[in-house]
């Protein structure tokens, strides 16, 4: 069975950093996009980023680009979010999310539904003053 396990959330200041990691079992990690998806409190969820399946390709919503970056480990089944000059508006769950077909972008539109592909449980992500 697919599983997704984020990590790496916490408290950080504005303008501070952090790297998130996902990692994947129970499908072929290699073969697939993976993306991020975030959920500010009382928001939906927002498509952050998506990476292709060896990673060459990568796509950042304008919200963070320029400060996000993602990437992936292939040989550890891992997919990383790095996140810089973190702003208040970036606090939310992060999400790790699997395409729900192998070799396929299907990016993500809004409304974000949890029914698009796999998801794991989600970090937490605090941007605090």
């Known amino acids: 069975q697919v599983q997704l396990g984020e990590s790496g959330g916490g408290l950080v200041q504005p303008g501070g950093s952090l790297r998130l990691s996902c990692a994947a079992s129970?499908?072929?990690?290699?073969?697939?996009?993976m993306y991020w998806v975030r959920q500010a409190p009382g928001k939906g969820f927002e498509w952050v980023s998506s990476?292709?399946?060896?990673?060459?390709?990568?796509f950042y919503a304008d919200s963070v680009k320029g400060r996000f970056t993602i990437y992936r480990d292939n040989t550890k089944n891992t997919v990383y979010l790095e996140g810089k000059s973190l702003k208040e508006h970036g606090t939310g769950v992060y999400f790790c999310?699997?395409?729900?077909?192998?070799?396929?972008?299907?990016?993500?539109?809004?409304?974000?539904?949890?029914?698009?592909?796999?998801w794991g449980k989600g970090t937490q992500v605090t941007v605090y003053s």
């Open positions: 129970g499908f072929v990690f290699s073969t697939y996009w």
């Open positions: 990476i292709s399946v060896g990673g060459a390709t990568t």
């Open positions: 999310v699997k395409d729900p077909a192998p070799y396929t972008n299907t990016k993500p539109a809004s409304p974000i539904q949890r029914d698009f592909g796999s």
